[in-house]
């Protein structure tokens, strides 16, 4: 918690468009456990204002988080059917169906007759579209490692101890 104003005795205010910090202890209760809700509330205010602000920084301006969500699947589990691109993003066929023709019309994704259907397609990210996700990954990672280098090294270590378990988190979800 930052320190009170010595002029008020009171908190300062947040940065405009930035969440006011957690009121809650930064070290679990006395029992030693951290309440899962408070955690979860507080991740995802996190989650929430961490993601927009690296998306901002992007240079490819036509690239949206669905579409950049469509390629990162593509890329970890394609070549892919459009029905299980749809049920790997959770979203709908009519709308994954529309996205697929956006990426083949960008030039990011390659199609192909499915061997095992002949009347289905296989979607798969080509040259152009990994070429794409790298540099958008590379953007990002910078970005976030330029920030958390500002950070002080007592936090960058919490950083790294809470990473394994954010990767189980992802994990378990399949």
Avoid: F, K
Wanted: overall charge neutral.
């Amino acid at each position: 918690m930052a320190p009170p104003d010595t002029t008020t005795g009171h908190p300062p205010e947040p940065a405009p468009g930035r969440p006011a910090p957690a009121e809650a202890p930064e070290r679990p209760a006395a029992t030693g456990r951290a309440d899962p809700a408070e955690l979860a509330g507080r991740l995802r205010a996190v989650i929430q204002h961490l993601l927009p602000l690296l998306r901002g920084h992007s240079t490819h301006r036509d690239l949206t988080p669905s579409r950049t969500a469509a390629l990162a699947t593509l890329d970890a589990h394609g070549p892919l059917r459009v029905s299980e691109l749809a049920a790997r993003m959770n979203i709908a066929l009519s709308t994954t169906s529309r996205m697929v023709d956006l990426l083949d019309d960008r030039g990011w994704i390659a199609r192909r007759t499915d061997p095992v259907d002949q009347r289905a397609s296989l979607i798969s990210l080509n040259d152009a579209g990994r070429a794409l996700l790298r540099a958008v990954r590379r953007e990002t990672t910078g970005l976030l490692a330029e920030r958390i280098g500002r950070l002080p090294p007592d936090r960058q270590h919490l950083l790294h101890a809470a990473l394994p378990a954010l990767e189980q988190l992802v994990d378990d979800a399949g």
